[in-house]
């Protein structure tokens, strides 16, 4: 039997790209049918049925009719359009970053649905997170996990024994190394012992324990750096958004 030719999900809009007149190429991330791309005809015309509900960000059910190349979008429903984050500059750029990575670390058709419900619950903690990078760095590392690229934190990377209770070293290609063993990986660097307990409560905790962590302005950079190295391995380029992120915080502060 044929696949029926209409079709609803719910969606994340992670991305869109104008064509045409009034047309949006959108990239799509649903919960059952992974990443997609779909073609919103007119979404642009001013009373477009579609305007409103299909804007980058935007998670909405969706009804589609596939096409020979590209399905496209015949009815939209908004069910949030997270409007804290949209008044937000900081908590929008750290969004945007989010829906970036996304993109980076899913291929089309490929179902992923604890991503999905990472990126969802991650969306929501932005705002309250008051400009503050726990919920990114929660984010980045269940990323790692939810994608198959999670750091060995427990034993070394090289020999495989368990790793002593001290500062070790981390490569971005698979984890934590021995001192023993820090020779042979030539883009490793020092990991401390603070920082590799942090990784490891984040992957252990639910994100309310994890964001009662409290770490040193120094451990708050280093988390970063381990995290931002694997995303970079990984991903295999920068991350545009990161980049954005970065000038959204070197602005100066309203008022
Ligand atoms: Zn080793």
Do not use: W
Not at 103 to 116: I, P
Not at 156 to 181: A, K, M, T, W
């Amino acid at each position: 039997m044929p696949a029926p030719r209409v079709y609803r999900t719910e969606a994340l809009v992670l991305r869109g790209m104008d064509l045409g007149e009034a047309d949006r190429l959108l990239t799509l991330f649903t919960p059952r049918l992974g990443k997609l791309r779909a073609l919103a005809r007119g979404v642009r015309r001013p009373k477009s049925k579609l305007g409103g509900h299909l804007d980058v960000l935007c998670h909405s059910d969706l009804m589609l009719a596939r096409g020979r190349n590209l399905d496209t979008i015949t009815g939209a429903q908004a069910r949030h359009g997270f409007p804290a984050l949209r008044g937000d500059l900081l908590a929008l750029g750290q969004a945007l970053y989010v829906l970036e990575l996304v993109d980076l670390f899913t291929a089309e058709g490929m179902e992923n649905y604890s991503l999905f419900q990472l990126t969802l619950t991650t969306l929501e903690r932005l705002p309250d997170a008051g400009g503050g990078e726990t919920p990114l760095r929660y984010f980045e590392l269940r990323l790692l996990e939810a994608t198959g690229y999670r750091p060995q934190l427990y034993n070394c990377h090289v020999c495989r024994r368990p790793l002593e209770p001290q500062d070790n070293y981390f490569s971005p290609s698979g984890g934590v190394i021995c001192p023993s063993c820090q020779a042979q990986e030539p883009f490793s660097h020092p990991l401390s012992l603070g920082v590799l307990k942090v990784l490891r409560h984040y992957l252990r905790a639910g994100y309310e324990e994890a964001r009662g962590v409290r770490l040193t302005p120094s451990q708050a950079r280093e988390l970063k750096l381990v995290l931002g190295e694997c995303l970079r391995y990984h991903g295999e380029r920068d991350s545009r958004a990161g980049a954005f992120l970065e000038r959204v915080k070197g602005l100066p502060s309203q008022g």
